[in-house]
């Protein structure tokens, strides 16, 4: 009998510890993780893969036919407008120089001679007609024939002048050169389709990219409107930005094959050690600043087929199925029509809500430890 008075008081504790438990044991709905809906400038990118592409590339051609006498210029080297490349065998035109100079000096007395007799002539004719008139028209006609010949004299001494001129080859602009293509003791021809030097314009640069069709009102309107639409250059991954410019110019057709136009923006490059002819780049084009966007993290946003939606969060800890439309996306954020500032959305467990089910923000859920014995 001990025993059982004993037990009996320890049976009942349990019960009574068991019914507080099933009392307290409430259904406080799915926890989830909330933010609340702010509203700030957000800014609208076009984004593209684009190629960068020397505004100036220049193939050197010997446009004089000689042995190379000298090469001047080094693989990779930068060089200066007007720099020497090349030097080809001047001999040859300076000969053909000197002939013509010769033939334009006699040239230029003969002319001279004749131009004193026909004054002699004229004046003896108009004193007292001691030559015909005859003779003073032959004269004239001789001296007209010898400025002839002096203008054809410099017009050859100028052609071999220039002949001469290409036999020093210059860099026609500032730019980096390839790989060499010639050496010393080489013969070349004139207009030969070998090139004896390649140059690329490396500072500024620019990136030629392609944007959809669908675009290119918005973008037309900011450069109608005397705007300065600036572009961002990304590298492979996108995760580092590697220098600003602006957008220069856009193509004047759509590519039928794509459905796409091309836009080439400027950078500067000093020194080449940026952007390198070529090269693969992502661009994103700054086309408009939405002032007071509406915006949500892109997280937030579920989609029923097509339509947009959120799970607005109410007072009395439901939640609410919101229609919305997601008007721009940029980064982790999207700016949206359908929700105000300052209300509060669900982030996470999409899969266990519905309209009106109950939630529990995360961090303001209880402990739920249960009472030692």
Do not use: C, W
């Not at 693989?75 to 030097?87: M, N, P, T």
């Not at 089910?357 to 430890?369: D, K, L």
Request: proline share 3%; charged share 20%; no cysteine.
């Amino acid at each position: 009998m001990l025993y059982l008075r004993r037990d009996q008081p320890q049976t009942a504790g349990a019960n009574a510890s068991a019914s507080a438990n099933a009392r307290g044991a409430v259904n406080t709905g799915t926890v989830v993780t909330v933010e609340t809906v702010t509203q700030a400038p957000m800014p609208i990118y076009l984004d593209a893969l684009g190629t960068v592409t020397p505004e100036r590339t220049a193939s050197v051609y010997s446009q004089v036919g000689g042995r190379i006498e000298a090469v001047h210029y080094r693989e990779g080297q930068v060089v200066r407008k007007g720099e020497a490349l090349v030097d080809i065998d001047a001999r040859p035109y300076q000969a053909l120089l000197t002939q013509a100079q010769g033939a334009l000096a006699r040239d230029k007395s003969l002319l001279a001679q004749a131009r004193v007799n026909l004054t002699r002539y004229q004046d003896a004719f108009s004193r007292n007609k001691a030559v015909s008139e005859q003779q003073v028209s032959d004269q004239q006609a001789t001296a007209q024939q010898a400025e002839g010949t002096v203008q054809n004299d410099e017009g050859q001494v100028r052609y071999d002048e220039v002949q001469l001129a290409y036999t020093h080859i210059t860099a026609p602009f500032e730019g980096r050169i390839g790989l060499r293509l010639v050496d010393p003791g080489n013969t070349v021809f004139a207009n030969s389709t070998t090139a004896l030097a390649v140059i690329t314009q490396i500072d500024p640069i620019t990136v030629v990219f392609s944007v959809a069709e669908d675009h290119l009102n918005s973008v037309l309107a900011q450069l109608r409107a005397g705007k300065t639409l600036k572009v961002d250059v990304y590298d492979r991954t996108q995760a580092t930005r590697i220098v600003s410019g602006t957008l220069l110019a856009l193509d004047n057709v759509v590519d039928t094959t794509t459905g796409t136009v091309k836009f080439r923006a400027r950078f500067h490059n000093p020194g080449g050690t940026l952007l390198f002819p070529n090269q693969f780049v992502n661009t994103r084009l700054l086309v408009d600043t939405i002032d007071r966007a509406t915006q949500v993290s892109t997280a937030a946003i579920q989609y029923n087929g097509q339509q947009a939606f959120v799970y607005i969060v109410q007072p009395n800890h439901t939640v609410a199925l919101r229609k919305i439309t997601v008007t721009s996306t940029e980064a982790s954020k999207s700016a949206v029509d359908g929700v105000k500032a300052g209300e509060t959305i669900v982030t996470s467990n999409f899969d266990r809500l519905r309209d009106g089910a109950n939630v529990t923000v995360r961090g303001e859920a209880g402990s739920g430890g249960g009472r030692r014995s």
